[in-house]
């Protein structure tokens, strides 16, 4: 499939992880730390646009950032709004070129590009949180979610684009690690299930 770009995470020293598809489905169906002011909202906002074009859905990232908790910084949603405006300028080639791909088929070229992105988001003034939420709205199929309470202090994880394109790595290792020897079927119902 590929090689990645050169960035390294450790998960856990001395400890291998493993894990079954049903366990994962598990603890995603266990799993309940958002508030209950955001339930719904990720279907509403994200899923059911996400084939729409970014600049067209700038209210619908600022509503679903708001109740996410990512918009608590110096401005808010109108620094936001500001910073936004002004990345989708500069961004909007590669995120349309991989709007719609999922994490698991991504090319060692898209993990540059999410790079390049983050990278330019982060530059515009984005926090580090607002940027991994944003990118998870912009391309909820290929980009995980990036916050400090649930991924970075979880993994011991520093707070730069290089870092959040490991963590993104990661992620399709962990997807292709879980989905050997079965079938495309399988990894489409997980997709599902999300």
């Given at each position: 499939?590929?090689?990645?770009?050169?960035?390294?995470?450790?998960?856990?020293?001395?400890?291998?992880?493993?894990?079954?598809?049903?366990?994962?489905?598990?603890?995603?169906?266990k799993y309940a730390y958002h508030d209950a002011g955001t339930h719904g909202v990720w279907p509403r906002l994200v899923w059911e646009q996400r084939s729409e074009s970014p600049v067209a859905r700038l209210d619908n990232a600022v509503e679903f950032l708001g109740k996410w908790k990512a918009l608590r910084f110096k401005g808010g949603s109108a620094a936001f709004r500001r910073i936004c405006t002004n990345w989708l300028r500069k961004n909007l080639t590669d995120l349309q070129r991989l709007q719609g791909r999922v994490l698991y088929s991504l090319a060692p070229q898209d993990f540059q590009r999410i790079l390049d992105i983050s990278s330019s988001l982060r530059d515009c003034g984005a926090p580090p949180t607002t940027m991994g939420k944003s990118l998870?709205?912009?391309?909820?199929?290929?980009?995980?979610?990036?916050?400090?309470?649930?991924?970075?202090?979880?993994?011991?994880?520093?707070?730069?684009?290089?870092?959040?394109?490991?963590y993104q790595g990661f992620g399709w290792k962990l997807l292709h690690n879980l989905t050997r020897g079965k079938t495309i079927k399988v990894l489409s119902q997980l997709e599902k299930d999300h």
């Amino acid at each position: 499939m590929g090689s990645f770009p050169r960035y390294s995470m450790v998960v856990h020293r001395l400890a291998r992880i493993s894990f079954e598809l049903e366990q994962l489905r598990e603890a995603a169906e266990k799993y309940a730390y958002h508030d209950a002011g955001t339930h719904g909202v990720w279907p509403r906002l994200v899923w059911e646009q996400r084939s729409e074009s970014p600049v067209a859905r700038l209210d619908n990232a600022v509503e679903f950032l708001g109740k996410w908790k990512a918009l608590r910084f110096k401005g808010g949603s109108a620094a936001f709004r500001r910073i936004c405006t002004n990345w989708l300028r500069k961004n909007l080639t590669d995120l349309q070129r991989l709007q719609g791909r999922v994490l698991y088929s991504l090319a060692p070229q898209d993990f540059q590009r999410i790079l390049d992105i983050s990278s330019s988001l982060r530059d515009c003034g984005a926090p580090p949180t607002t940027m991994g939420k944003s990118l998870h709205f912009f391309l909820p199929e290929t980009v995980m979610m990036w916050d400090q309470a649930i991924v970075r202090n979880t993994y011991k994880l520093r707070s730069d684009p290089g870092s959040f394109v490991s963590y993104q790595g990661f992620g399709w290792k962990l997807l292709h690690n879980l989905t050997r020897g079965k079938t495309i079927k399988v990894l489409s119902q997980l997709e599902k299930d999300h």
